[in-house]
């Protein structure tokens, strides 16, 4: 069955750093365009960044720019957010998504918590 597995959320202070990980399993994950999501209560949920299945292009939510970094290992079937420089308004749920042309909503994790408090 397909399945995306988050992990690496959890409190950190303002200024400090990250790693998400999303494990992959059930599709051909090469093949997906993957991206990071995050959604903080009360509000809409929002891409955070995108990466391309084979040429890893990479595209990202302005205020996130410089701080974070979204990659990807296709040998392991998993797609990685590196998020440096922490701040508090980056407090949300995060969720992996994979998706693929015709993009019509693809396959979603169940999420991982990130907290940004001093």
């Known amino acids: 069955q397909v399945q995306l597995v988050e992990s690496g959320g959890g409190l950190v202070q303002p200024g400090g750093s990250l790693r998400l990980s999303c494990a992959a399993s059930?599709?051909?994950?090469?093949?997906?365009?993957m991206r990071w999501y995050r959604q903080a209560p009360g509000k809409e949920r929002e891409l955070v960044a995108t990466i391309t299945g084979a040429s890893f292009s990479k595209d990202y939510l302005d205020s996130v720019k410089g701080r974070f970094t979204i990659s990807r290992d296709n040998a392991k079937n998993t797609v990685y957010l590196q998020m440096n420089s922490l701040k508090p308004e980056d407090t949300a749920v995060y969720y992996c998504?994979?998706?693929?042309?015709?993009?019509?909503?693809?396959?979603w994790g169940q999420g991982t918590q990130v907290t940004v408090s001093s």
């Open positions: 998504n994979a998706d693929r042309r015709p993009f019509q909503g693809g396959y």
């Open positions: 059930g599709f051909t994950f090469s093949n997906y365009v």
